[in-house]
């Protein structure tokens, strides 16, 4: 497509803005697994019946449950109490005794361009081998395994090894510094880790098991680090903890019978950002989580195993691969694709050639992604033949109605319903999002909440409001949901159960209802931002700016960005006579780098001689959004001292004729 292709398409998107809603094809309809609105009545009917139904008729019990929901102690709720299952168990050996051993699980696509497909038989075999090697290094049922590795496939057979046996695994986004994973495993009390030697990025290596080493020396717990042999990077091996993953592998007995665990045994632990610097352990329970998510996997996605290639483009390191590319697409038997590399490497069109070389048919991924391929232009993906995609997922952040139309008009050729899915870490599973063959989609809306689902938008004194801006509720519990933050259980209640009492959980978001009650979500209410679709804390990104010694105080909010959609903003005061210079933000945005990851490094810093603060010395930042957002600023009247917010608007002002 050239330039004129590219004003077309222009021309083309704004008229497609003047459309409200898009129903779904008759031909999608028709061929839908769900077609039927009467499945929304019939689960709130009795929604725990419903559940229920899913979970014997999509998991295979060791002991089928008799019960959905125990609510005898709120909010500690229990789903199918009396069941027992094991999730690797209901990932692949039933699909391997049902006889589709030699079906793909995954296309596995290395950055170099190398491919691998992994069969269902194939990656049996070598978790059964994994957790016979994390047994014979004294693991079993209830201990904590972290994971930090690459998108390689040892990361799905280190994940179902631990689910095999019981053991609880907590994955670190491999995109996070070796000393986020410290913190991680120290409050996880985790003891093994399973890393990598090096880890590829765009053409490069990255020396994982070298920095992993510098971070984790003062962690006592880890008793064992498996070393995943990828890159070839050299690397030091401790005699006695350390073990290479394929050295153990091969020593360890064949067959590894899956251990049976309770509904409500932990499967893992995730951490995630929240309003404080400390992340919280989201935990997972195993028979409701996967009820959760192989429900949602399949009718949202509309899923026919034994035809689609799957493609969820999220890292496992995020709740999105937990539940959308190793849990729900193995519970369900599908064919997936994962890629190791980045959509831009070795160049734009990395996606969509993937796309045309595996007949992809349904592809999962964030807004930041579909507004990067915007920017890069319609002829990257104009270059392949997409023509095999039949639906198209958005996930993790808002989507704008624009990038909506392109993925609908450039990607999806027009033809392919959008399901824009909202949910969260806590949730475990999808919530709010179209069922592809029954609701039409508005672009920018999550539509509805999924059948046996209860959403509201509650104003502050917890009543209902409609077409106004309100706080998104859940009301009613879900079998995917989080049980309790790990070893934090007053902080779960504190955080989710206090505002509105404990029948109410209090999401976060803020929200709006439309006339024909569909859910708008706005954006967060709290000190979360999601930058190109990861979740992170603001008071995290503080505190390891405040940590450099030249640094007296910070305060980092999110300002909205049209690539990532939100993008740090850090507004900083240095100690003492220390002078603000360009070679000062690149020392800090180094020292964010090494303490939390590249992601988080503040893509602005605005130097403050002193900060916006209350008469009790709390920083306002609620007033330095309003100047980063240029808008009006909000109530004043409790500042301290109201001259400072002058010098910052026009430092802020300043800094944007700079970048034009
Ligand atoms: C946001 C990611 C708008 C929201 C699965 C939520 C969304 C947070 C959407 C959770 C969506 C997720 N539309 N906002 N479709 N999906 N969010 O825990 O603010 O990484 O609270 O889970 O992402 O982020 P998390």
């Known amino acids: 497509m050239g330039v004129e292709g590219e004003v077309d398409l222009e021309r083309e998107l704004i008229d497609l803005l003047a459309v409200e809603s898009f129903e779904p094809s008759e031909a999608f309809r028709a061929r839908a697994l769900l077609s039927d609105p009467a499945v929304y009545e019939e689960a709130a009917a009795d929604p725990e019946a419903w559940w229920l139904r899913q979970a014997t008729e999509l998991l295979d019990w060791i002991e089928t449950p008799s019960q959905g929901l125990d609510e005898s102690d709120p909010p500690f709720y229990r789903w199918f109490a009396d069941g027992r299952l094991n999730a690797s168990a209901n990932c692949l050996d039933r699909?391997?005794?049902?006889?589709?051993?030699?079906?793909?699980?995954?296309?596995?696509?290395?950055?170099?361009?190398?491919?691998?497909?992994?069969?269902?038989?194939?990656?049996?075999?070598?978790?059964?081998?994994?957790?016979n090697a994390l047994r014979d290094r004294g693991i079993g049922k209830g201990d904590v395994v972290g994971i930090y590795l690459p998108m390689i496939p040892a990361v799905v057979v280190a994940m179902l090894a631990c689910a095999r046996i019981g053991a609880i695994h907590n994955v670190v986004f491999g995109g996070f510094a070796a000393e986020a994973v410290r913190g991680r495993m120290e409050f996880s009390h985790a003891k093994a880790l399973v890393t990598v030697d090096g880890a590829r990025r765009r053409g490069g290596t990255a020396p994982i098991k070298a920095r992993v080493d510098a971070a984790m020396g003062a962690v006592d717990s880890i008793e064992t680090i498996f070393v995943v042999r990828h890159t070839g990077a050299e690397c030091e091996m401790r005699a006695g903890r350390d073990v290479w993953f394929e050295e153990a592998m091969a020593a360890a007995a064949p067959e590894c019978p899956p251990e049976p665990m309770a509904a409500e045994d932990p499967l893992f632990i995730l951490y995630t950002s929240g309003s404080t610097a400390k992340p919280k352990g989201i935990l997972h329970t195993t028979g409701g989580y996967l009820t959760g998510v192989a429900c949602t996997h399949r009718y949202v996605f509309d899923l026919r195993p034994d035809e689609d290639v799957y493609w969820c483009a999220a890292d496992v390191g995020w709740v999105t691969g937990h539940s959308y590319i190793v849990y729900g697409p193995l519970i369900n038997g599908a064919t997936s694709v994962i890629y190791e590399g980045a959509p831009d490497y070795p160049e734009c069109n990395a996606w969509w050639e993937i796309v045309e070389r595996f007949g992809v048919t349904i592809l999962y991924t964030a807004p930041t992604a579909i507004r990067a391929c915007m920017k890069w232009g319609a002829h990257h993906p104009a270059r392949h033949d997409l023509s095999s995609l039949r639906l198209l997922g958005s996930v993790g952040e808002p989507i704008n109605p624009k990038a909506w139309l392109w993925y609908h008009k450039v990607i999806g050729g027009g033809r392919c319903p959008i399901v824009d899915t909202w949910w969260q870490?806590?949730?475990?599973?999808?919530?709010?999002?179209?069922?592809?063959?029954?609701?039409?989609?508005?672009?920018?809306?999550?539509?509805?909440?999924?059948?046996?689902?209860?959403?509201?938008?509650?104003?502050?004194?917890?009543?209902?409001?409609?077409?106004?801006?309100?706080?998104?509720?859940?009301?009613?519990?879900?079998?995917?949901?989080?049980?309790?933050?790990?070893?934090?259980?007053?902080?779960?209640?504190?955080?989710?159960?206090?505002?509105?009492?404990?029948?109410?959980?209090?999401?976060?978001?803020?929200?709006?209802?439309?006339?024909?009650?569909?859910?708008?979500?706005?954006?967060?209410?709290?000190?979360?931002?999601?930058?190109?679709?990861?979740?992170?804390?603001?008071?995290?990104?503080?505190?390891?700016?405040?940590?450099?010694?030249?640094?007296?105080?910070?305060?980092?909010?999110?300002?909205?960005d049209e690539q990532t959609g939100q993008a740090i903003c850090a507004f900083v005061t240095l100690e003492g006579d220390h002078e603000g210079s360009e070679e000062m933000i690149a020392e800090l945005r180094d020292h964010v780098a090494e303490r939390i990851g590249k992601l988080v490094r503040p893509k602005r810093v605005i130097w403050s001689g002193d900060l916006p603060k209350t008469r009790s010395g709390k920083i306002m930042r609620r007033l330095l959004r309003d100047i980063a957002e240029g808008r009006e600023l909000g109530d004043v009247t409790t500042l301290r001292d109201p001259a400072v917010m002058e010098g910052l608007e026009r430092k802020i002002a300043a800094r944007r004729d700079e970048e034009g």
């Open 425 to 560: 870490t806590e949730t475990g599973q999808i919530m709010l999002s179209p069922l592809p063959g029954i609701d039409a989609a508005k672009p920018g809306s999550v539509m509805l909440p999924l059948p046996g689902i209860d959403a509201a938008v509650f104003d502050e004194n917890g009543e209902p409001v409609e077409g106004r801006e309100g706080l998104l509720v859940l009301r009613r519990p879900w079998p995917g949901m989080l049980r309790t933050l790990y070893r934090e259980e007053e902080r779960f209640v504190e955080t989710y159960f206090s505002r509105f009492g404990p029948q109410t959980y209090l999401v976060g978001d803020a929200a709006r209802r439309d006339a024909d009650g569909c859910f708008w979500v706005l954006g967060r209410v709290d000190d979360v931002i999601i930058v190109s679709g990861h979740r992170l804390s603001t008071a995290e990104v503080e505190s390891a700016i405040v940590s450099h010694p030249k640094v007296a105080e910070a305060a980092v909010i999110g300002q909205s």
């Open 95 to 131: 699909h391997v005794e049902a006889g589709r051993g030699d079906r793909v699980a995954f296309h596995w696509c290395g950055e170099e361009g190398e491919e691998r497909d992994v069969t269902y038989t194939e990656l049996l075999a070598d978790v059964q081998r994994f957790a």
